[in-house]
């Protein structure tokens, strides 16, 4: 394989998911680039940097040409992952050729240029981009299945919070997320296979000038909360820039602006307190995690007050 992977930048970010159990997951990588690259018939091997947790390499199959091997992190979260691609068959999502859940490994088409949205300097445009994407994406209807939803999401990082104790200021924002949940499901009742993650660094750019969804979580939801984490992203930030993007958005996508801020309030909200979960290295790191949960719930809170 032409690059080797930085094992220590790997190492610290897979550390604050797998903890104890890093040097285990990375011991087993170049056994099993050895094993697809033999099955799968893969060239050219080359570890991809990027900002997140999984590890990536770009490669060449005989077979399908220009790939992506995607190594992730143990989890349930790789079986829905691989079952929404599926789902979508290309449709705004990227193709997945092939998969191996036993190693938690999947081979993807690459998309080329694959610029994030990022790129896209002008946040009104990135809006603007978002906005279309979401309006002509075929939401696929779906029974809950094996996947979760956010009340389901909300409720499971709830009773962690709760059984490590002294979490009350964290869990007033994650009750309120509860309660606003509740409050558009009332009028948004419908049962889709969405995203779940759906924001900028995993929006890229295709040879066709739009943009390619990768990278899903699988959740079956009503599509009111595919915008929030997109938003969310684009925080810290003004107010005014958050009004601005959802005032360009919401008629587009035909959802009036005070819902968006619900969604938005509830997937921040629940965002946050997942980061909670991660593995700490000290009581201090922990702490200053938590007084920043506080203040990213409070300010997205403040669109949901003033109204
Ligand atoms: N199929 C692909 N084609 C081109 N680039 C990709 C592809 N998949 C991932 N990438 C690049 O790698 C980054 C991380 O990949 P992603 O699947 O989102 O990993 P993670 O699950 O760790 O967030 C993406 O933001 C993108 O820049
Ligand atoms: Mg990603």
């Given amino acids: 394989m032409a690059n080797r992977f930085d094992y220590k930048r790997a190492r ?10 890093t040097d285990g997951f990375l011991s087993r990588v170049d056994g099993l680039i050895e094993k697809y690259s033999q099955k799968w018939q893969l060239t050219d091997l080359n570890y991809m940097l990027t900002d997140t947790v999984n590890l990536l390499f770009s490669c060449k199959s005989t077979l399908h040409g220009l790939c992506v091997l995607k190594m992730c992190i143990p989890g349930p979260e790789v079986a829905t992952e691989i079952n929404c691609i599926q789902a979508y068959n ?9 998969y191996d859940l ?3 490994i999947l081979l993807l088409e690459r998309i080329e240029p694959g610029n994030q949205m990022w790129d896209v300097q002008d946040y ?3 809006a603007r981009l978002m906005a279309e994407l979401i309006k002509t994406l075929p939401f696929i209807k779906c029974p809950q299945g094996e996947y979760p939803n956010y009340k389901i999401w909300m409720e499971g990082i709830h009773k962690y919070l709760t059984n490590i104790g002294g979490m009350e200021d964290v869990l007033f924002y994650l009750n309120e997320a509860l309660r606003l949940y509740s409050e558009l499901k009332q009028q948004y009742t ?7 993650d759906m924001h900028q660094e995993n929006l890229l750019l295709n040879q066709q000038g739009s943009y390619t969804i990768i990278d899903p979580k699988g959740v079956v939801d009503d599509p009111i909360m595919e915008t929030a984490r997109f938003l969310n992203n684009e925080l810290p930030c003004s107010k005014k820039k958050i009004q601005e993007m959802v005032a360009i958005m919401a008629p587009t996508i035909k959802v009036p602006k005070d819902d968006m801020h619900k969604s938005m309030y509830i997937d921040m909200a629940l965002g ?4 909670l979960e991660e593995k700490f290295i000290s009581q201090e790191s922990f702490e200053k995690a938590k007084s920043e949960v506080l203040a990213d719930c409070r300010f997205v809170y403040e669109f949901i007050l003033r109204h």
């Fill in 12 to 21: 610290e970010g897979i550390f604050k998911y797998m903890g104890a159990e």
């Fill in 90 to 98: 290309g449709q705004g999502y990227v193709k997945l050729w092939d």
């Fill in 102 to 104: 036993s190693d938690d």
């Fill in 124 to 126: 009104k445009e990135r």
């Fill in 190 to 196: 419908r049962s889709c296979l969405l995203h779940g």
């Fill in 272 to 275: 946050c307190c997942w980061t």
